[in-house]
């Protein structure tokens, strides 16, 4: 997750709202460019990007004119370039590149998104949501041990923020380093105790330790806070399976694929499962969907090959 709301509170600007200028320079008969004159309840103004930090623009005292630039032409203005041009205007405003950050990522322009997280940095060295958001493009971009670095550099200068425990707890996780991780999931829930998606992750760091019934309850505690968590229900059934349960794995796995019906794993398992009951047919369906849903998905096909051989053997 991006993290925006990083700016400390700043005192309230005595500036009317970018709108309300408008409105006052109309009325005093300024001489502007028509596609200016627009009133307060003109769509152009809808046409604003969504932001916390535009609702509140006179806040960070951002150049008007950079503004004038998204209501001259705002419906081919894409949100990357309305922010660039507020930095243009403002190049050591801090919060305005964490948008044009989370604009370029939203695009998938990482490269550009990695530049600009990074000249972040530099302008506001002890910013942790600022190394926070690096880490984030990092991680995406695979490059987990300088995502962690960034991660463990955030709660280092901001200890309470939690997504940067829990995004480092998700890559300690992936590197086996379990204790790690689960330290951190725990600071996470300790933070953010609503956190779905933490409890789910504490509970798999502690079910590849081989402490099902602790993962049980974590996947539990998951879904009480977000009911129709698909993950979560996955996680519970291959938790069963582990357990020898396997009809109970088989209802959990089919609420995974009712709540995610593209959700290729859960066909598989579930796939599994009938396979361990003896329900060939009901299997193969389920193979046959996983592989429907994802072509490339190699253990799906080896899945389906191997049952229809059995299925041939046993008539």
Wanted: glycine share 6%; hydrophobic share 40%.
């Amino acid at each position: 997750m991006w993290i925006l709301s990083a700016a400390p509170a700043l005192p309230e600007s005595t500036r009317p709202p970018i709108s309300a200028r408008y409105e006052h320079r109309q009325r005093q008969g300024d001489q502007e460019p028509a596609a200016h004159r627009f009133p307060r309840s003109h769509p152009v103004y809808r046409n604003l990007p969504s932001s916390p930090y535009l609702n509140a623009m006179n806040t960070y005292n951002v150049n008007i004119a950079a503004v004038d630039a998204m209501l001259i032409n705002p419906t081919t203005m894409t949100t990357v370039e309305f922010y660039r041009s507020l930095v243009a205007h403002e190049p050591n405003n801090v919060e305005v590149r964490m948008c044009l950050g989370a604009a370029l990522s939203a695009q998938g322009r990482w490269d550009e998104a990695i530049g600009c997280c990074e000249r972040v940095v530099a302008l506001a060295p002890n910013l942790g949501e600022g190394h926070h958001n690096l880490g984030s493009v990092f991680k995406t971009r695979g490059r987990l041990d300088e995502a962690a670095a960034c991660f463990q550099r955030a709660v280092a200068l901001n200890p309470d923020l939690s997504e940067a425990h829990h995004n480092l707890g998700a890559i300690l996780k992936t590197q086996g380093r379990l204790d790690e991780a689960i330290v951190c999931f725990h600071r996470t829930l300790e933070l953010d105790p609503d956190n779905a998606e933490a409890h789910r992750r504490l509970g798999t760091a502690l079910a590849a330790q081989g402490r099902l019934d602790e993962a049980i309850v974590c996947y539990r505690q998951a879904l009480s806070i977000k009911p129709g968590y698909a993950d979560a229900y996955y996680n519970l059934g291959t938790a069963s399976i582990a357990k020898r349960q396997v009809a109970e794995a088989i209802g959990f796995f089919r609420q995974a694929v009712f709540f995610k019906p593209d959700f290729a794993e859960a066909h598989h398992n579930l796939g599994t499962a009938f396979v361990v009951q003896g329900r060939f047919g009901k299997a193969i369906a389920c193979f046959r969907r996983a592989v429907a849903l994802k072509p490339d998905f190699a253990q799906a096909r080896v899945s389906l090959n191997a049952v229809i051989e059995i299925r041939k053997q046993v008539g």
